[in-house]
């Protein structure tokens, strides 16, 4: 097993959804040692069963060693019903949940007193190695355990601390979501495609080429996307043409910060 994915003891995943099963996957093909990997979810896809199968990794053991880590990856909505019966889990356990707007205080509540709680923000570039997760401790988090998290979450992207919880529903509006507005792009690029005639083929392979490569060119320098956008855009051609439309005043940034305000508004709904 690499060093940095060394966990001191059992590792359970509780929800091998989107989410969960982006980062077992991510963590399994990084080494992730699958013996001492385990799996709750009444109601896994057919895939997700499959690859656990293939991996080595139990799903819903009838018994299990106490978890070093529990990851909690169900749906919001489901925590209070969640959180009870993990109880009898927890022991010097780090428990780190993905959940969307459940404040540490929240999950503090639902879990046995004194219980060290990370709560992480991922996103499902995770399955490839490319999340950047924003992460958040109480004060029960123990230095070994917070390098547990960073380790696990650096597994599988980036990773970045926040001391301030209150951010934390941007950061989800913005890169927890993110990938959502990307293949949005990706979708509707496809049909003005077609809308300019391209057949759909064609249209989907330019789109997903386009922004697949305009990702990697972002990834792989340290320039601005700004000037990358202006290396694009040539006085008085196409480009240009297009941008007027989308950089009007009520073009792309006014309806991203809309979108983004609306996914923040909803993460501190769900954790109420
Ligand atoms: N999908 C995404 O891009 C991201 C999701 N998240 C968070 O991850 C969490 C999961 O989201 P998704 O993976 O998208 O949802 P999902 O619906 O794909 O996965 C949830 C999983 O939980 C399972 N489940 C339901 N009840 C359960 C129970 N009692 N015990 C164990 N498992 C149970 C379901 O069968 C399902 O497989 C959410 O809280 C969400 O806010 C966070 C960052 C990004
Ligand atoms: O849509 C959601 O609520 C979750 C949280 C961030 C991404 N997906």
New binding site residues.
């Given amino acids: 097993m690499a060093e940095w994915l060394q966990i001191p003891g059992p590792l359970l995943l509780?929800?091998?959804?989107?989410?969960?099963g982006a980062m077992l996957d991510g963590w399994i093909n990084l080494g992730l040692d699958p013996k001492s990997t385990y799996v709750?979810?009444?109601?896994?896809?057919p895939e997700m069963v499959a690859s656990l199968e293939a991996s080595g990794v139990t799903l819903n053991p009838t018994e299990m060693p106490m978890p070093a880590v529990i990851i909690l990856?169900?749906?919001?909505q489901?925590a209070d019903?969640?959180l009870p019966t993990l109880r009898s889990y927890i022991h010097q356990t780090l428990v780190i949940s993905?959940?969307?707007g459940k404040t540490l205080a929240t999950l503090e509540a639902g879990l046995p007193a004194g219980a060290a709680v990370v709560r992480a923000?991922?996103?499902?570039p995770a399955a490839v190695g490319r999340s950047i997760t924003v992460l958040v401790a109480n004060d029960k988090v123990a230095q070994s355990q917070r390098e547990i998290a960073d380790s696990l979450m650096a597994a599988v992207g980036e990773v970045a601390w926040l001391e301030d919880e209150s951010l934390m529903d941007a950061v989800t509006a913005v890169s927890?979501s993110g990938?959502a507005y990307v293949f949005l792009l990706a979708e509707t690029l496809t049909y003005a495609g077609l809308r300019a005639g391209l057949s759909a083929d064609m249209a989907a392979t330019l789109a997903r080429a386009t922004v697949a490569g305009a990702g990697e060119l972002l990834h792989r320098t340290d320039i601005p996307p700004a000037v990358l956008r202006k290396n694009v855009t040539s006085p008085g051609g196409t480009t240009a043409a297009a941008l007027d439309v989308l950089m009007a005043d009520d073009g792309m940034e006014a309806l991203m910060i809309k979108a983004v305000e609306a996914a923040a508004k909803r993460s501190r709904e769900l954790g109420s």
Wanted: proline letters at 17%; zero cysteines.
């Fill in positions: 509780v929800g091998a959804g989107k989410m969960g709750i979810d009444p109601q896994p896809s990856a169900v749906k919001p489901m019903a969640v993905v959940m969307a923000m991922p996103n499902t927890g990938p």
